[in-house]
């Protein structure tokens, strides 16, 4: 089964390198990137104070080069921002629910994907203020939401491209603060709140302007910016292929007893898919989610026929709300450099497929070594 194109699958700055793997240009801290590279920052705030006063000038410097600036970030966060520059400035600021936009890592990804190419690289570079989600993640989810962190060096290196991600200091576990750090090449930290005149034309503290009474032209200029506002290197910063093995360095827990078990071969694919088809129901999976997961399930199965050892094993069982899969191919070891994440290439079959496969589910999980490959599948029950 050919896999389905995802968003933005076609041209583009994300060109294929000379071996069409993912040894792209990543930055490193010891870089100061260039204009015309990609530029990934991270806010570290204490206050709504501390975000406004970094978040204003960052958009201003967008508005005033004419970039494509956009604001993802959750409904009060962007109330607030809208409520600081300006109805005339906000005006000019595309702004995203952070609760639609993050609903997945590889979700996130196609979005991202398929806006840069159709709406926002045609009109400049792209300068991009986001809060991710962390509240009501599970810690698997929080892996991840940290590996696509690490990613996107990689899917948007050399692009025209500057993303700053908000982090609230004093909501946020350390490890999340920690690993930030990991997987941003810049850091931006107005450190504690600031007493004095800081240089920018407005008070966060004070009730904005009515609508439409904000003078024209208020734009924040260059030399009004506070220092404690410039980016610095992260000295913390890490390779994302070396990110990307440390999150799968963690073994698979291994399938509950009970679990229900298949083996399949070539020719009983068919036998698979039904007997997909009545544990889901069995296990309550909606009906609206019962044919993504069947054809994920059927894409891995696929591959390990044809591409694997030709034998493979499913697993299944539910667990914490979720519907979870197993794959296992004992007849091959995967390397998994990004499989999956990257934009689909029509001379990479095997990174095709798996793009495929997130896009169907929760999240996927791959764990091989000298035993075979294991790939996991979640599903929500709810």
Request: contains cysteine; hydrophobic residues 40%.
């Amino acid at each position: 089964m050919t896999p389905p194109a995802g968003p933005g699958s076609g041209g583009g700055p994300f060109e294929d390198t000379a071996d069409g793997r993912s040894d792209m240009v990543i930055p490193t801290q010891h870089v100061r990137l260039g204009g015309d590279l990609f530029q990934h920052r991270a806010l570290r705030y204490r206050s709504v104070r501390d975000l406004v006063e970094a978040a204003l000038p960052y958009l201003h410097e967008g508005l005033r080069a004419d970039e494509a600036v956009v604001v993802i970030t959750p409904p009060p966060r962007t109330a607030l921002l809208i409520e600081h520059l300006g109805e005339r400035l906000a005006a000019r600021v595309e702004f995203l629910d952070a609760v639609t936009w993050f609903q997945s890592p590889v979700a996130a990804l196609a979005a991202y994907y398929e806006r840069t190419q159709r709406d926002w690289w045609p009109r400049g570079r792209l300068r991009l203020l986001a809060e991710p989600l962390w509240t009501g993640r599970s810690p698997l989810e929080i892996w991840e939401w940290k590996r696509h962190e690490a990613i996107l060096n990689v899917a948007f290196a050399g692009t025209p491209s500057t993303i700053m991600c908000a982090y609230d200091v004093m909501a946020l576990p350390g490890h999340i603060l920690a690993d930030a750090a990991r997987t941003h090449p810049e850091i931006v930290d107005p450190g504690e709140p600031l007493h004095g005149a800081s240089g920018l034309p407005f008070d966060p503290s004070a009730p904005a302007a009515p609508a439409g009474s904000e003078p024209p032209g208020a734009l924040v200029r260059p030399g009004d910016v506070n220092p404690l506002l410039t980016p610095f290197p992260s000295e913390r910063f890490v390779d994302p292929r070396d990110f990307y093995d440390e999150c799968n360095a963690h073994p698979l827990a291994a399938p509950p007893l009970d679990a229900a078990r298949r083996r399949f071969a070539a020719g009983e694919l068919p036998g698979l898919r039904a007997f997909l088809e009545d544990e889901a129901a069995r296990y309550g999976l909606p009906h609206e989610k019962t044919l993504p997961f069947v054809l994920a399930v059927n894409e891995v199965a696929t591959n390990v026929i044809r591409q694997g050892g030709g034998v493979g094993t499913v697993w299944l069982w539910a667990e914490h709300d979720e519907l979870i899969c197993d794959v296992g191919d004992p007849g091959r070891t995967l390397e998994d450099r990004f499989l999956g994440y990257l934009r689909p290439r029509p001379d990479d079959e095997g990174n095709d497929t798996m793009w495929a496969v997130r896009r169907l589910c929760h999240i996927v999980e791959i764990r091989s070594g000298a035993g075979g490959t294991v790939i996991r599948i979640h599903l929500k029950l709810r």
